[in-house]
């Protein structure tokens, strides 16, 4: 159900990877593919941005969507709840990314101030 919910907010595998490391670091855990966050290109956390702040608006409608079909019906297959604590994991990430891209645009500010 995972898959579907980030197959309707278009996140790509590299996205999610990334996604998952700023969570892993946010809450000081491991994770299976780790990447440096400080490498990561402005241009794609813009992006990334951008994506989880559309993320977080369209969830609600996009549960009701997946959720939908197990209301009425006795399917026993995987169920996923996205509770409360999923969802500020996206916007703790979002903010961090938002940090990372305020610290980036202030090092490019003062370096040209230097030139």
Known sequence: ??????????????ELNI???????????????????NSIPIDR?????????????????ILEDLYHPYQNSSIN?????????FIEAFRKTLKIISLDIEKHNNLTNNLVAVL
């Open 1 to 14: 159900m995972l898959n579907k919910l980030y197959e309707k907010a278009n996140f790509s595998s590299e």
């Open 19 to 37: 996604i998952h490391n700023y969570m892993a670091a946010s809450i000081h855990s491991t994770i299976q593919n780790p990447i440096a966050l």
């Open 45 to 61: 956390l813009l992006s990334l941005k951008f994506k989880i702040i559309r993320f977080l608006e369209i969830l609600p409608s």
């Open 77 to 85: 297959g995987p169920y996923v709840v996205i509770d409360e604590c």
